[in-house]
């Protein structure tokens, strides 16, 4: 059964960072493909980033502020937010294939 558990979320200006976090339980967590993705309300869900090995990607509206990490001795994935804006504003979620983290809120203020 794998298990994802996401934290670091928060409220924060404009400008500001935050580092959200992702514990996947899992024997085999480094050959995992892992993604963040986000939720705004009242919109669907939307890819932000992945990494697969050391491999990333990410949407357009991030790149350049946001960077993806993984730690395999912590089975740990990263999501480094810098240069926020209030449109990065929602619920942050971790995946791992078909498993999903239940969220993470995270809030930019103007």
């Known amino acids: 059964q794998v298990q994802l558990v996401e934290s670091g979320g928060g409220l924060v200006q404009a400008g500001g960072s935050l580092r959200l976090s992702c514990v996947v339980s899992?024997?085999?967590?480094?050959?995992?493909?892992m993604s963040w993705f986000r939720q705004a309300p009242g919109k669907e869900r939307e890819f932000v980033a992945t990494i697969s090995g050391t491999i990333t990607n990410y949407t357009d509206s991030v790149k350049g502020r946001f960077t993806i990490s993984r730690d395999n001795a912590k089975n740990t994935v990263y999501l480094q937010m810098d240069s926020l804006k209030p449109e990065d504003t929602a619920v942050y979620f971790c995946?791992?294939?078909?498993?999903w983290g239940q969220g993470t809120q995270v809030t930019v203020s103007s």
């Open positions: 995946n791992a294939y078909q498993h």
């Open positions: 899992g024997r085999t967590f480094s050959y995992y493909v």
